[in-house]
């Protein structure tokens, strides 16, 4: 079951990589923008200008857009190495690398002019290829950023170990120094954060064959390429897509990535296994979480120990509220994902991690789906079996659990398709969202075969569920060799709003 489940969480990663095709487009881009910035005749050459990525495209930990209308992010650094913060304001630097991209965008017609954020320019890409890419003004800062890490009681053989050597000051147009000379700018420094991502990432010892593609322009540096990922870059792929999706509709409070990545980070211990990472991170997440005198949560940049990454906690408490939540969601819907429970909860999982991710997991890894469809397709074409008599429109989704006993004892839970012989008795359970109140639950059961004609025993119209456990569970018995079914619906107001896919009883 180990390896299954390896499998199956390995095809979940796969579904979510970005395609090809889009990769190349970006690393394209990428690269385009880099020499267009360092070329000679721009005005940043003389500064000795560097380009290079950040964020999840450099950890190697992006994932595909939930649907067509969103977009990847591409961030990048843009570095002049010959300017400091004592000779140029932060206005003054960021105007200075505008320039030169107002300039790329008439240069290869792009659609949408330039746009300024609070600390990036934008360029808006119009393809299908949904690209936006953050470019972020910068100038190399090691002792700013020492200086910083004193000043804040970081103690020097601490110091020593945040990878200070790649240090940046970058701008802030909200800051109150931004139109002046003056060394107190904002601190960040995206290669040192994904050296000690890297660092965190090895303790596996794994042993990848990482070949970079060779650089055309020195001041231009790849996207690092990943060929094999590490259990931990897979673990936190999965993670964000089922943040992705639970905060779909509520984007403003989901928990961000930088947070997610730090806390897996830490809580990894070292294991090859795809399945144990992620036992280990999620079940080792709230354990990475501190607190300050206050008792507020503090999540530590691993490379600026000043920085506390759940620092709008305390102002918006509801984004606390919502993490711990997700946690708890994902605990369960985890749990369910690598339980040999998979199959008969294959609609529930796609409600948390992406229809078209389990689907495509589902069918690689087990190899059931096709036949299972064909084989339930079959049985609701037979011609006892009764057309629901509400109006359809599913909008939720359920699954359904058989457990089977004799004799009064709880035996094992039995898989749809899985044989089983005469005389067990099966107890179905719905398990569903929260659907809310008002909701009926009814249950179609089919039989087919030799035996149950005979009996006149071939049913296929709904019948209630136990009234005491609130209609979500329906008693059965294996009684007549062959194929037979059972679906749960849910009912509103006459109005049908989830339907389960049939779970075959499979009588030998």
Same mark, same amino acid.
């Given at each position: 079951?180990?390896?299954?489940?390896?499998?199956?969480?390995?095809?979940?990663?796969?579904?979510?990589?970005?395609?090809?095709?889009?990769?190349?487009?970006?690393?394209?881009?990428?690269?385009?923008?880099?020499?267009?910035?360092?070329?000679? !005749?721009?005005?940043?050459? /003389? #500064? %000795?200008?560097?380009? +290079?990525?950040?964020?999840?495209?450099?950890?190697?930990?992006?994932?595909?857009?939930?649907? =067509?209308?969103?977009?990847?992010?591409?961030?990048?650094?843009?570095?002049?190495?010959?300017? %400091?913060?004592? $000779?140029?304001?932060?206005?003054?630097?960021? =105007?200075?690398?505008?320039?030169?991209?107002?300039?790329?965008?008439?240069?290869?017609?792009?659609?949408?002019?330039?746009?300024?954020?609070?600390?990036?320019?934008?360029?808006? +890409?119009?393809?299908?290829?949904?690209?936006?890419?953050?470019?972020?003004?910068?100038?190399?800062?090691?002792?700013?950023? $020492?200086?910083?890490?004193?000043?804040?009681?970081?103690?020097?053989?601490?110091?020593?170990?945040?990878?200070?050597?790649?240090?940046?000051?970058?701008?802030?147009?909200?800051?109150?120094?931004?139109?002046?000379?003056?060394?107190?700018?904002?601190?960040?420094?995206?290669?040192?954060?994904?050296?000690?991502?890297?660092?965190?990432?090895?303790?596996?010892?794994?042993?990848?064959?990482?070949?970079?593609?060779?650089?055309?322009?020195? %001041?231009?540096?790849?996207?690092?390429? @990943?060929?094999?990922?590490?259990?931990?870059? /897979?673990?936190?792929?999965?993670?964000?897509?089922?943040?992705?999706?639970?905060?779909?509709?509520?984007?403003?409070?989901?928990?961000?990535?930088? &947070? $997610?990545?730090?806390?897996?980070?830490?809580?990894?211990?070292?294991?090859?296994?795809?399945?144990?990472?992620?036992?280990?991170?999620?079940?080792?997440?709230?354990?990475?979480?501190?607190?300050?005198?206050?008792?507020?949560?503090?999540?530590?940049?691993?490379?600026?120990?000043? !920085?506390? #990454?759940?620092?709008?906690?305390?102002? =918006?408490?509801?984004?606390?509220?919502?993490?711990?939540?997700?946690?708890?969601?994902?605990?369960?819907?985890?749990? +369910?994902?690598?339980?040999?429970?998979?199959?008969?909860?294959?609609?529930?999982?796609?409600?948390? #991690?992406?229809?078209?991710?389990?689907?495509?997991?589902?069918?690689?890894?087990?190899?059931?789906?096709?036949?299972?469809?064909?084989?339930?397709?079959?049985?609701?074409?037979?011609?006892?079996?009764?057309?629901?008599?509400? &109006?359809?429109?599913?909008?939720?989704?359920?699954? &359904?659990?058989?457990?089977?006993?004799?004799?009064?004892?709880?035996?094992? @839970?039995?898989?749809?398709?899985?044989? &089983?012989?005469?005389?067990?008795?099966?107890?179905?359970?719905?398990?569903?969202?929260? $659907?809310?109140?008002?909701?009926?639950? +009814?249950?179609?059961?089919?039989?087919?075969?030799? !035996?149950?004609?005979?009996?006149?025993?071939?049913?296929?119209?709904?019948?209630?569920?136990?009234?005491?456990?609130?209609?979500?569970?329906? !008693?059965?018995?294996?009684?007549? /060799?062959?194929?037979?079914?059972?679906? *749960?619906?849910?009912?509103?107001?006459?109005? *049908?709003?989830?339907?389960?896919?049939?779970?075959?009883? %499979?009588?030998?």
């Amino acid at each position: 079951m180990k390896n299954k489940t390896e499998q199956i969480l390995n095809n979940l990663v796969k579904s979510l990589e970005i395609p090809d095709n889009a990769k190349e487009k970006a690393e394209k881009r990428y690269e385009n923008i880099g020499n267009w910035l360092s070329r000679k !005749e721009s005005v940043l050459a /003389k #500064f %000795n200008p560097e380009f +290079y990525s950040q964020g999840s495209i450099r950890l190697g930990t992006t994932i595909k857009p939930l649907n =067509e209308d969103e977009e990847y992010d591409l961030d990048a650094v843009c570095l002049l190495n010959n300017l %400091n913060v004592n $000779i140029c304001t932060q206005k003054q630097l960021k =105007e200075l690398i505008g320039s030169e991209l107002r300039l790329y965008v008439k240069a290869n017609n792009f659609n949408k002019p330039l746009d300024e954020g609070k600390r990036c320019w934008t360029l808006e +890409y119009s393809d299908s290829a949904q690209f936006h890419m953050d470019i972020l003004p910068s100038v190399p800062d090691e002792e700013g950023f $020492i200086s910083m890490l004193e000043s804040n009681s970081i103690a020097m053989d601490s110091i020593q170990t945040l990878h200070t050597a790649t240090a940046i000051s970058i701008t802030d147009n909200t800051s109150k120094h931004y139109t002046q000379i003056n060394k107190n700018w904002n601190k960040s420094n995206p290669k040192g954060f994904h050296e000690w991502f890297q660092e965190q990432c090895t303790v596996t010892q794994l042993i990848t064959d990482s070949v970079g593609l060779e650089a055309k322009n020195e %001041n231009v540096e790849e996207i690092p390429t @990943q060929p094999i990922k590490s259990p931990l870059q /897979k673990a936190i792929m999965i993670l964000k897509r089922h943040r992705d999706i639970m905060f779909e509709q509520d984007t403003k409070h989901k928990p961000i990535s930088v &947070i $997610i990545t730090t806390l897996s980070a830490r809580a990894y211990r070292g294991t090859a296994s795809l399945k144990d990472t992620l036992n280990d991170i999620i079940n080792g997440i709230e354990k990475e979480i501190t607190c300050d005198m206050d008792k507020n949560c503090v999540v530590l940049n691993p490379i600026n120990p000043s !920085e506390n #990454f759940a620092d709008k906690w305390v102002d =918006e408490p509801i984004k606390k509220e919502k993490f711990f939540k997700w946690l708890e969601k994902l605990k369960l819907d985890y749990s +369910y994902l690598v339980s040999h429970k998979y199959v008969d909860n294959k609609l529930l999982l796609e409600n948390s #991690f992406g229809k078209e991710a389990i689907n495509s997991t589902y069918k690689d890894s087990l190899g059931l789906k096709d036949k299972l469809m064909i084989k339930a397709k079959d049985l609701l074409s037979l011609a006892h079996i009764q057309k629901p008599k509400w &109006i359809m429109n599913p909008q939720y989704s359920v699954g &359904i659990i058989c457990n089977v006993s004799k004799d009064g004892m709880l035996q094992r @839970q039995l898989h749809s398709n899985e044989p &089983i012989g005469k005389g067990w008795n099966l107890r179905f359970e719905a398990k569903i969202q929260n $659907i809310g109140s008002g909701r009926k639950f +009814y249950w179609q059961v089919a039989n087919s075969g030799q !035996e149950a004609q005979e009996a006149n025993c071939l049913r296929g119209d709904f019948y209630d569920g136990i009234i005491s456990k609130g209609g979500k569970v329906r !008693e059965e018995s294996t009684s007549y /060799k062959g194929s037979h079914f059972v679906r *749960c619906f849910i009912v509103q107001k006459n109005i *049908c709003v989830a339907v389960s896919e049939p779970f075959i009883v %499979n009588i030998i």
